[in-house]
Nanobody, 122 residues
């Protein structure tokens, strides 16, 4: 059974940094993509970033390019999202997700983790 365990959310001032983590278990040897979506109450869930497990290819939403970095630690089965220069508009619940594919999109998510709240104060 695949499980995703997200952690690391919190409150940070604008311009600050935060790292959130997603521990993954249950995948065997198939290719998959892991990533993050975020959602503000009353608005659509949007893709933030993802990484391919097979070759480490990364993808970022335009709104976070240059500020966020996704990475993975295979030994710990954990994917990280390092968020720098945070802005109030980054405030959202961040959801870890995975798909048996090389790219993660809202249309192909196979597994969701629980959300972790990131609050950026101005």
């Amino acid at each position: 059974e695949v499980q995703l365990q997200a952690s690391g959310g919190g409150v940070v001032q604008a311009g600050g940094s935060l790292r959130i983590s997603c521990e993954v278990s249950g995948f065997t040897k198939e290719d998959y993509a892991i990533g993050w979506f975020r959602q503000v109450p009353g608005r659509d869930r949007l893709g933030v970033s993802c990484i391919s497990n097979s070759d480490g290819t990364t993808y970022y939403a335009d709104s976070v390019k240059g500020r966020f970095t996704i990475s993975k630690d295979n030994a710990k089965n954990t994917v990280y999202l390092q968020m720098n220069n945070l802005r109030p508009e980054d405030t959202a619940v961040y959801y870890c997700a995975a798909a048996r594919a090389t790219v993660l999109t809202l249309l192909n998510v196979d597994y969701w983790g629980q959300g972790t709240l990131v609050t950026v104060s101005s």
